[in-house]
Structures are given as structure tokens and as C-alpha cells.
């Protein structure tokens, strides 16, 4: 199954693990990264354009391109990383028989459950993906960081930069 048939939520979003024999696993090894209590400047934001579904190996793709960016720039210290969505989302597939001796795949039980096979976040216009806290120096880091975070997901998102303090002003 390729990602895109899975790209847009169609209908209400199934999260009752509980019922579930055999769910998967969550992908993603940490929601943060970084020093967390830092004097920072600025922070990066990566937003998305469109409302879509983001599944969880794309979340930590994401993370771990733009935190080794980071990191190689600013070092283990010198930023804080987190992700802001949570994948709690269960994707199902009625897997049908496609074998090499056969010319087309089977229809049979169309309106089947499935099984699960993976986790997504559903996120919505504008919402806020991921953010990096970053000094001045590093700010144009943490940009290319969070253009090559963009690149691993299947939204299109924008790079915003909030900066933290008020721009001194200049006697």
C-alpha cells in the first residue's frame, strides 16, 4: 500500500487500541530533544499548509533530519527540539490477495475492519508540527534543519521564526 492512500481522513478517526489484538508500535524514540532550559532567541516553527494525516515513521523522519542538523550546528546544548503532534490514530487494511498468478485482486468482504498496520496524527491547517528553540547564531541552522524536516513530510508545510526576546534598541 503506498502512503497516499492514506493521506486524508475519511470519516471518524478509529483510537480504541484496547480492542485491538497485535497494534503497532509507535515509531518515534523521544518528543523532545535538546537542553530544555535554555536563554533562547528564537523559535522555529514548522506549521502545516493543509489539513492531512501524518504517519508516525514520517514524525520521526522528520525529527531526526532536523535534530542531526541541528545538533552538527549548535551542538547537544545549544537548541531544544520538541514535536507537537501525537500519533494515536489507527490505520487499517483489508489486505486483499494480489499474487502473481493473479490478474486482479479479489473483492470479496468489501466492507471489512481490517488489521491495523500503523499509527498517524491527524493534523490540521496552520497547526503547529514540530518547533526548535535556538539562539541567534544558530537561527539559520535551525532553518535549513526544519526545510529538511519539511521534505520528510507528506504535507507541504511553512517555516515560521517567532523571536522570543524584544530587538534591542539602538541609542
Not at 508516525?56 to 507537537?84: C, D, P
Amino acid at each position: 500500500m503506498h502512503g497516499a492512500n492514506y493521506r486524508t481522513g475519511n470519516g471518524q478517526p478509529y483510537t480504541r487500541k484496547e480492542f485491538i489484538k497485535g497494534k503497532p508500535q509507535i515509531k518515534i524514540a523521544k518528543f523532545s530533544g535538546g537542553k530544555r532550559d535554555g536563554d533562547y532567541d528564537y523559535c522555529v516553527q514548522l506549521l502545516s499548509n493543509e489539513k492531512a494525516q501524518v504517519r508516525h515513521m514520517a514524525i520521526e523522519s522528520a525529527r531526526l533530519a532536523a535534530n542531526k542538523s541541528i545538533e552538527q550546528v549548535a551542538g547537544e546544548t545549544g537548541y531544544f527540539s520538541s514535536l507537537r503532534i501525537y500519533p494515536h490514530i489507527l490505520l487499517r487494511e483489508n489486505k486483499m490477495i494480489a499474487t502473481a498468478g493473479a490478474d486482479r485482486l479479489q473483492e470479496g468482504m468489501r466492507g471489512a475492519f481490517g488489521k491495523a498496520i500503523s499509527l498517524a496524527a491527524r493534523v490540521d491547517r496552520g497547526q503547529i508540527l514540530m518547533e526548535a528553540f535556538v539562539k541567534k547564531e544558530h537561527l539559520d541552522a535551525a532553518k535549513k534543519a526544519m526545510h529538511g524536516a519539511a521534505v520528510k513530510l507528506p504535507v507541504t508545510p511553512t517555516i515560521k521564526v517567532i523571536p522570543l526576546k524584544p530587538a534591542s534598541v539602538k541609542a
